[in-house]
């Protein structure tokens, strides 16, 4: 049994068992090898099972799991009765794929009873549904193996192939998804154990191993499916990430009718799930706070919009410890699989002087939901003694003595805006904008100090970014002019250590900035270069990274490095840096390396992309250790060989994405 993977010669399948994880907005490749399908030490504690994803067509059924993907796991629990390791021990190991579960079992048994000896499967749902089957191998040559519910109802479809060894048998098993009815939309945030019945005498089982304790749901092990152990091979891995979630959900948020998990790691915001990113890859988000500081206090998912589709509802805190100001962020992913803001409010401030929380409340709108936000309480500020700067990024903070009693968000196209507004009478000398003067004499005190002109505010967003980021280097590697975003008045693009920052007179109100940390280079040297120009035709210039990827390469490659050179393409949509584009064009092992060729050609209005084979130094077709990819790999679009007919491909912008 192989994994799904392209042999040794595919790009991007840098070893047998390698997985791409391809995290967006940053698109990070994380390139790493499997275990060899070699015993491992007993499953300790919690420690989860590791479930790959595999292509159908290379499985081969026929009872010895010779070649399968994943180590064979100890099932080292006596879970009934007290055999030795000669009359009962066993291990085994689960995979996948988009319909069909698969198990493979070595069991040691001294008798081997078809029909009575059986390996039971369990997995665990969240939520903590159970539900489980049990493969029974067959009398060799007499009678053929079943899967059968409990109950005793064969399971339709499903097949198991056993082989007697001296000492007892293996076998390997063939499972529809069908036969798990939570599967039907949950594939991800699983349980799973294996248990070994042995029937020495009479038929009744005498003796029980185990992967768990018991079949209980808080017994099971995590089951870790393929985008599960990317990102433990590759966010977790790199970030040094050991601690548990501080938010782990399952939920529907984008693509098909599956369901999604949605995770908090630290500071990192993180979506997978098997209809996902083709159920190999992963997204993860940089939120900038430290959730495990309290520095996002919610995050829940809820369909808003009535797509049927739930939205991400994060509320975030800037600041430190007591003294914060909070904003409340609806995050939608739809049937893509980068999220967009689709509603944003300050809802909260906090300081050693006092606190307003506002009332946020989600009312039926027909079909969908409409967004209710109200001052809420004060506490130890009132009128008086409030003295905080107004949020300009976000709507504001609503206070309790303003004019403003209430407003409401309607879904509007694609995002939320403010339908109504409710007024009421603000207490004597509050202003609604802002903060009050203590006394009166300070209102009629020394005057104010001259506006900041359009420069000297800029250069306040850069060294708020600065600060921010806690960004070490002086002085940006890139810094150009262009007109990225909304507005004349062309933007300021940076590339800060490995973070694409976007600031302009016009953008955010002259106030605010946007960045994207490009976390797939794994340093900033890695970035050769960043150009601005418009590529859509829409009169906005798009931003065109070019920089190398790096990842150890496999023995069977020649070992040392891989280096993949690749093209990023971003686009500044409202008040968010989007990734829109990405591509190999290089890929080298030490002086070994082959170029393809990516040009920009005019195509009406627009600036099309256009991929070509090149040409290869010191490999041939023969040496080539990696084969032509039909189609994207780690998000990236493949590299066009010199060699086997690679006809060139052009990309045009369709209004959503660069479409062949």
């Not at 104010?448 to 806690?470: F, I, T």
């Not at 393409?569 to 002086?591: H, N, Y």
């Amino acid at each position: 049994m192989r994994r799904r993977t392209p042999n040794l010669r595919a790009p991007g399948a840098l070893a047998l068992g390698s997985r791409l994880a391809a995290l967006a907005p940053a698109s990070l490749v994380a390139l790493v090898a499997l275990s060899a399908a070699a015993p491992s030490p007993a499953l300790a504690a919690g420690a989860p099972l590791a479930a790959p994803l595999v292509e159908s067509k290379w499985l081969k059924l026929d009872g010895v799991p010779k070649e399968w993907p994943v180590a064979l796991v100890p099932l080292g629990n006596r879970v009934q009765g007290k055999p030795s390791k000669a009359d009962l021990s066993a291990q085994a190991a689960l995979a996948y794929d988009d319909a069909r579960v698969y198990v493979a079992a070595d069991v040691t048994d001294d008798a081997l009873r078809g029909g009575a000896d059986h390996v039971k499967l369990v997995l665990g749902f969240p939520g903590g549904r159970v539900q489980e089957v049990s493969l029974y191998p067959g009398e060799p040559g007499k009678t053929a193996g079943s899967v059968k519910l409990p109950g005793g109802k064969a399971v339709a479809g499903a097949k198991v192939v056993e082989a007697p060894r001296s000492g007892g048998y293996t076998l390997e098993a063939s499972i529809p998804w069908s036969a798990f009815p939570e599967a039907a939309t949950t594939r991800v945030g699983l349980r799973a154990g294996f248990f070994v019945h042995d029937a020495d005498g009479g038929g009744g089982v005498d003796a029980v191993v185990g992967s768990a304790a018991s079949e209980a749901y808080g017994s099971l092990s995590p089951l870790a499916t393929e985008p599960e152990l990317a990102l433990t091979d590759g966010l977790l891995r790199s970030k040094g990430i050991r601690g548990a979630a501080s938010y782990d959900l399952v939920a529907d948020v984008a693509g098909d009718a599956m369901r999604e998990r949605v995770i908090v790691h630290e500071r990192y915001l993180i979506v997978l799930g098997p209809g996902f990113r083709k159920g190999a890859q992963y997204y993860f988000e940089d939120l900038g706070v430290e959730a495990s500081q309290g520095m996002l206090p919610s995050l829940t998912a809820r369909d808003l919009t009535g797509d049927g589709q739930a939205e991400l509802i994060l509320r975030k805190r800037s600041g430190s410890g007591a003294k914060y100001r909070e904003v409340m962020h609806v995050l939608q992913f739809g049937g893509g699989d980068t999220p967009k803001p689709i509603f944003q409010h300050e809802i909260a401030i906090a300081t050693e002087k006092g606190s307003v929380v506002n009332d946020v409340e989600f009312v039926p709108d027909g079909a969908k939901m409409a967004i209710r936000v109200e001052p809420g309480k004060a506490t130890r500020y009132d009128a008086s003694n409030y003295a905080e700067g107004v949020e300009t990024t976000y709507d504001p903070l609503l206070l309790p003595w303003g004019s403003i009693k209430s407003q409401l968000y309607r879904l509007t196209g694609a995002v939320f805006t403010k339908a109504s507004e409710q007024k009421q009478a603000a207490a004597a000398g509050a202003r609604a904008d802002g903060p009050r003067p203590a006394k009166a004499e300070e209102a009629r005190g020394p005057a104010k100090p001259p506006a900041l002109s359009p420069a000297e505010m800029l250069d306040k967003v850069y060294a708020l970014y600065r600060r921010d980021r806690g960004a070490s280097s002086s002085k940006p590697r890139f810094d150009l002019g262009a007109d990225v975003a909304s507005g004349r008045e062309p933007e300021r693009v940076l590339l800060h250590d490995r973070d694409l920052v976007v600031f302009g007179k016009g953008f955010r109100g002259g106030t605010g900035y946007a960045f994207m940390t490009l976390a797939q280079f794994a340093s900033p040297a890695d970035i050769r270069s960043v150009s601005a120009r418009d590529l859509t035709g829409d009169g906005k210039a798009e931003v065109i990274v070019h920089g190398t990827v790096r990842a150890a390469a496999p023995k069977e490659a020649g070992g040392g490095t891989v280096d993949r050179d690749v093209v990023l393409i971003f686009r500044v949509e409202g008040e968010s840096i989007q990734r829109i584009f990405a591509a190999e064009v290089a890929r080298s092992i030490g002086d070994k390396k082959v170029s393809g060729e990516l040009k920009f050609v005019r195509v009406g209005d627009k600036v099309g992309i256009e991929l070509a084979p090149g040409r290869a130094g010191e490999w041939t077709e023969q040496t080539y250790p990696f084969n032509q990819d039909k189609g994207p790999v780690g998000g990236f679009e493949p590299l066009l060989l010199p060699w086997g007919g690679a006809q060139p491909v052009r990309y045009v912008w369709n209004g959503s994405i660069f479409a062949r």
